[in-house]
């Protein structure tokens, strides 16, 4: 069987579409690679912003962590902002339990518990959010004629941690 002429026309047709798009792309590989590039550039950009903001918060936690004195238990506020603390306090035994959290002088929040058998529970917790100035301080007192129980078991906590500076 003879290809008709209509059949080697096609052919040719086929092979002249085949080699225009090799040769005259309608993708500019160029303008196309330099857009990836300056992509690439802008995320590169955030990156080592994300690094950098990653690293101060960082440097904040540190300064935070620092800024509670274990020899007396006072926390100095490192910057102006919004802070949460939290207590819990656990009673085994006479006499009640009982402390207060004070901000700098006064009185904030108090914490107390009676012993095993005066109440069914043994432990008590309060939490209060606070706008401290730079220098502020925080600290736990015991409440007259009571104590804070202790033992191995860890069931006491006093927490807290910055929510948000605000300056
Ligand atoms: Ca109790």
Known sequence: MKPSLSWMFMLLLVKETISQDF??????ILIELKSIMGKIKVMEEKINELQMEN????????????????????FTAP??????????LFNANPPSAGVHII???????????????????????????????????????????RKVYTDLAGRNSFSGHLLFPTE
């Not at 690293?55 to 006072?74: D, F, S, Y």
């Open 23 to 28: 040769m005259e792309p309608s993708v500019n």
């Open 55 to 74: 690293r101060e918060q960082n440097v904040q936690i540190e300064a935070l962590k620092v800024r509670m004195n274990t020899t007396h238990g006072i």
């Open 79 to 88: 910057v102006k902002g919004v802070y949460y603390f939290n207590i819990v």
């Open 103 to 145: 901000k700098n002088r006064a009185r904030v929040v108090s914490i107390t518990d009676n012993p095993p058998g005066e109440d069914s529970e043994d432990t008590a917790s309060n939490s209060v959010t606070l706008l401290l100035e730079k220098g502020d301080q925080i600290h736990i007192e015991l409440i007259e004629k």
